[in-house]
C-alpha cells in the first residue's frame, strides 16, 4: 500500500523567501508522485509529477520537486515565495495496481507574509 | 491541461431531499472517476471509483445506499446524496484520470453542499 506524509501542517514565509514543503511516501512499487495545490472553496491544481523520469521536476508558478528514492521524498520547493502563493497544498502517490488511487497527504497550509 | 466541470458549484438542500452531483471530463474520455469528500481543514477522503459502465467501488465506511454513483457514460459520473442530512454537508470533489498518459487524475472544482 502506498501512503505519504507530510511534515509540518503550517508553513509561513516573507514574500521573497524561499518555499519549502516536505513530503515522504511509501510505495511497494517505483511510485508516481504528485503535488497538487488548493485555493479555497475550489478544486486541485497539478503542480507538478514524478512519473519515473527525471527526479528534478519543474512544474507550475516556479516550482520544483526532486525525487530521492534513498530518502523516500519528494519535496516541494519554490526560491521566491509570491503572496499568491499563499494556500494549500497536497502530496500524494498514486496506486498503479488500483485504478491508479491516490493517497493524500495530511496538506501543509502556506501563509506568506508581505 | 485537460478540464473537469462540476454542477452545481454549491447548493442548499433541505434535510431528507436528494441531491445529485454531475462530473464531466470535457476534452478528453475518461474510463475512470474518483469521488471524494473534504471537510474544513482537512485532506481528501476518497468516497468511490466510478469505472464506465460497471459498479462503483466504495471506500470502507462509505454508504453505498446513501451515496449513489452512476458513470452511464465515458465523460460523465453523477453522485446522488440520498435522504440528506446536516452531517452531510461538506465540500465535494470529483476527478477523472486521463488514460492517454500516466492516469494523472484532473480535478473539477467542487461542490459545496449545505443541509438545512
Known amino acids: 500500500a502506498q501512503s505519504v506524509t507530510q511534515l509540518g501542517s503550517h508553513v509561513s514565509v516573507s514574500e521573497g523567501a524561499l518555499v519549502l514543503l516536505r513530503c515522504n511516501y511509501s510505495s511497494s512499487v517505483p511510485p508516481y508522485l504528485f503535488w497538487y495545490v488548493q485555493y479555497p472553496n475550489q478544486g486541485l491544481q497539478l503542480l507538478l509529477k514524478y512519473t519515473s523520469a527525471a527526479t528534478l521536476v519543474k512544474g507550475i508558478n516556479g516550482f520544483e520537486a526532486e525525487f530521492k528514492k534513498s530518502e523516500t521524498s519528494f519535496h516541494l520547493t519554490k526560491p521566491s515565495a509570491h503572496m499568491s502563493d499563499a494556500a494549500e497544498y497536497f502530496c500524494?502517490?498514486?496506486?498503479?495496481?488500483?485504478?491508479?488511487?491516490?493517497?493524500f497527504g495530511a496538506g501543509t497550509t502556506v501563509t506568506v507574509r508581505a | 491541461g485537460a478540464v473537469v466541470s462540476q454542477h452545481p458549484s454549491w447548493v442548499i438542500c433541505k434535510s431528507g431531499t436528494s441531491v445529485k452531483i454531475e462530473c464531466r471530463s470535457l476534452?478528453?474520455?475518461?474510463?475512470?472517476m474518483f469521488w471524494y469528500r473534504q471537510f474544513p481543514k482537512q485532506s481528501l477522503m476518497l468516497m468511490a471509483t466510478s469505472n464506465e459502465g460497471s459498479k462503483a467501488t466504495y471506500e470502507q465506511g462509505v454508504e453505498k445506499d446513501k451515496f449513489l454513483i452512476n458513470h452511464a457514460s465515458l465523460t460523465l459520473s453523477t453522485l446522488t446524496v440520498t435522504s440528506a442530512h446536516p452531517e452531510d454537508s461538506s465540500f465535494y470533489i470529483c476527478?477523472?484520470?486521463?488514460?492517454?498518459?500516466?492516469?494523472?487524475?484532473?480535478f473539477g472544482p467542487g461542490t459545496r453542499l449545505t443541509v438545512t
Open positions: 500524494a502517490v498514486s496506486d498503479h495496481s488500483n485504478d491508479y488511487k491516490l493517497s
Open positions: 476534452d478528453f474520455q475518461a474510463t475512470t
Open positions: 476527478s477523472a484520470s486521463d488514460p492517454r498518459g500516466t492516469y494523472e487524475q484532473y
